[in-house]
């Protein structure tokens, strides 16, 4: 499309308070981390800012030893797998949860479903620390649960689940469940039921209605809804940070070691970029794979 | 080619909507019976049933009282994917993620049939709705007309014993729905299978059906093929709802009609000769104008030109209206202007005698 001057410096002017807002608070900070991270590290937290070194990356793989030898240190790798790996127990688990909870609300009347989702939003009305705590105090030993188990004679001895990567789990789900439901709830909504009856009059039972119409049509929603709790959770800091005690570290938590105690800022910028890295790949084979409708 | 088999039968069936005292009737004691290889027609205003009993038939919507058989066979209490019926829905309800073909495979997947069966049944029906060259459009590319022969092909895909379409072509305009109409006779014909149609458009269902139902209210009106409905129609609803009809009080006596007016009609009512005052529809085909001699006597009081057709409003002398037609076909389009005297005439059997217990002095 081409138009004239006078029309395009006007769409200028109009994109330029949304392209100066990204230029400060997106791009440039991200020019920043980058640069940072091929810096060497200042003493006391910081860099220093004439001084380009690779160590940052280099620290992510290996370890160097005292005579300046390279040793292979799975460490950091090993936080990346947990991460990585509670972030996707977290997305099945929500998906498995989510969708059939997104399916019921849609199949209620209007007037059910408006007050179905609401109970769903509700959640987001207070703070999630004031609510990550709450789950310290239902978890911990001699906390709600234990206690309970204990008095119904289900569990012998403590319960010993918080600061464990169950506890991480859990605090995952209950967290980002919302973020599941409401982006299949959306796509199951406006889905056309009569679409169903014509596949129930071709034969098809529940079961393939189901895996045949329904979920396909509701695909973009579970796309939407996987990368929408997958991404959040894997960055997470402080729900690993509380229900995981720091004895299970994830990513965030790393990261903000470096920038805090460690002192060791060009490490905690290239470990924030692995982070995107991972993110960008995951979301690019999974919308390369799942987003187009099957069978095109 | 109508067989005398039953195809379905419909068991004086009933069906309320809501309980108690705000329960809705919506259709009350139909029976009616649908033979093999036959076009029926379902035919009424909205809200008239017609489609709640399709859907019935379809296995969407619950039998409140009464049952349908298929070949015998009850279908109470079998789920849609367990009747050997398919539909075409009047939004054509076509899965916008498969392709044309996926589309007509889906219903001999679901039916268990191997993959190597269902390509050639494919191709086959793609050809019957002469869509060949569209296999792997997807059904937004395609146009109206395209969607619904698609429709139509999935539903015939699997050999339904009865195809039920749903106010199939309500949705196309009226070029393609007149062509749909030869196509679906023909597509008809060609596969032998009982097609169910549910229409409000009285010419659509003129032109296709081998019979009719005629439903109003929840209650069937009459059953009959098209001449039967047309030229015989049971009540004044059916008379008024098929056509044009112009409804005249005379009286019968010796076995000849008698109007209160000046001039004299030389017509017999041959069904129902019995003397007495007599509620009359005619079509205005069969009335004529006519300058002098035999008629009845009155005022043009319309004119209306519609290209093929003249209509003309006549008011009776006793102050009936009437309808009169003429076709344009003699160059002479205007026989008569408003405020002419003229006589209406009759043709042989014009007259319909209605069964009416209220115009039955």
Redesign the interface.
Known sequence: MTLDPYRRTRRRLLLAPTTLTLLLFMVLPMLLMGWMSLLAPDTYGGVRWKEWSLDAYVQFLYERDLDDSLTLNSDYLQIFGRSFLLAGFATVVTLLIGFPTALYIALKEEKTRQRLILLISIPFWTNLLVRTYAWMLLLRNGGLIDSSLSALGLSQGTLDVLYTPTAVAIGFVYSFLPFMVLPIYTSLEKM?W??V?????????RW?ALR??IL??AMPGIVAGCLLVFIPAIGSYFIPELLGGGKSLMIGNLIQNQFGTARNWPFGAALSFMLLALVLLVMWIYTRRFQR???E | MTGNRVAIEIDHVCKRFGAGEQAVLALDHIALDIRENEFFTLLGPSGCGKTTLLRMI???EDVSAGDIRLYGASLTGK???QRP???V?Q?Y???????VE?NIA??LE??GFKPADINPIVAEKLELVKLSGFARRRPHQLSGGQQQRVALA??LA?SPRVLLLDESLSALDLKLRKEMQVELKRLQRETGITFVFVTHDQEEALTMSDRIAVMSAGKLQQVGSPEDIYDRPANRFVADFIGETSFLQGRVADGQLHFGVAGSLSCQVLDQPHDGAAALAVRPERLQLASSGDGLGGVVAEVVYRGVDTVYLVQLADGQPCRVRHTNDSGASRLARVGDAVRVAALPGAFHRLQEAGHDA
Do not use: I, Q, Y
């Open positions: 056309d009569r679409l009856e014509a596949a129930f009059d071709l034969g098809a039972n393939l045949r119409v396909p049509l409708p099957p069978g | 379809a296995g969407f789920l849609p994917f019926v398919n539909t829905f939004s309800a076509l899965f916008p993620h498969l392709t996926e889906f219903g679901m039916r999935r539903a699997p």
